[in-house]
T-cell receptor, first 115, second 110 residues
Framework: AQSVAQPEDQVNVAEGNPLTVKCTYSVSGNPYLFWYVQYPNRGLQFLLK??????LVKGSYGFEAEFNKSQTSFHLKKPSALVSDSALYFCAVRSYSGSARQLTFGSGTQLTVLP | DGGITQSPKYLFRKEGQNVTLSCEQN?????MYWYRQDPGQGLRLIYYSQIVNDFQKGDIAEGYSVSREKKESFPLTVTSAQKNPTAFYLC?????????FGQGTRLTVV
């Protein structure tokens, strides 16, 4: 079975500082990895994905993520945080092995950027 | 504009009632999903459907039912057998590597 772990329920960072939201995964075969952001009472918005190729993936709103196969990690990063980045962030993994065509989500990390 | 539409945005259910949440997409996506979101628990998969007239149970299917009569539509019924239905419900659709979400329905039992 595939799984995703987001070890931090809450991440606080000062505006202008770099931020990292951690994600590790477990899946059979090649992983397809995603980051989504959710604002209160809204659906999930796609930020970025890793399918294949360059391990550093750039996405929306200045976010990027680094795929590390040996550490089975896909941490989300941004060089300079904004107060408007404050939201709930989800990492997800999807595998195409067999019929397991489904997204598995982590438990989410609440990011708070302090002014 | 293409997208996924969930309705209603807010829904109130009396105990013992069945209610149906709507999810419609015009993205021509093959696969559709229903997730339940509870605080601190992330998203848990209820049901998913990869093609019309076929669907599979997810991790927490008990007390829920779905249908997939049309490619565009994947309604979720929360039955009276679901003992704790108060939650935020999210519908998603995927094609290849892209996944898109609706804006969610907040269901509250009164």
């Amino acid at each position: 079975a595939q799984s995703v772990a987001q070890p931090e329920d809450q991440v606080n960072v000062a505006e202008g500082n770099p931020l990292t939201v951690k994600c590790t995964y477990s899946v059979s075969g090649n992983p397809y990895l995603f980051w989504y952001v959710q604002y209160p009472n809204r659906g999930l918005q796609f930020l970025l994905k890793y399918i294949t190729g360059d391990n550093l993936v750039k996405g929306s709103y200045g976010f990027e993520a680094e795929f590390n196969k040996s550490q089975t990690s896909f941490h989300l990063k941004k060089p300079s945080a904004l107060v408007s980045d404050s939201a709930l962030y989800f990492c997800a993994v999807r595998s195409y092995s067999g019929s397991a065509r489904q997204l598995t989500f982590g438990s989410g990390t609440q990011l708070t950027v302090l002014p | 504009d293409g997208g996924i539409t969930q309705s209603p945005k807010y829904l109130f259910r009396k105990e013992g009632q069945n209610v149906t949440l709507s999810c419609e997409q015009n993205l021509n996506h093959d696969a559709m999903y229903w997730y339940r979101q509870d605080p601190g628990q992330g998203l848990r998969l209820i049901y998913y459907s990869q093609i019309v007239n076929d669907f599979q149970k997810g991790d927490i299917a008990e007390g829920y039912s779905v249908s997939r009569e049309k490619k565009e539509s994947f309604p979720l019924t929360v039955t009276s057998a679901q003992k704790n239905p108060t939650a935020f419900y999210l519908c998603a659709s995927t094609r290849n590597t892209e996944a898109f979400f609706g804006q969610g329905t907040r269901l509250t039992v009164v």
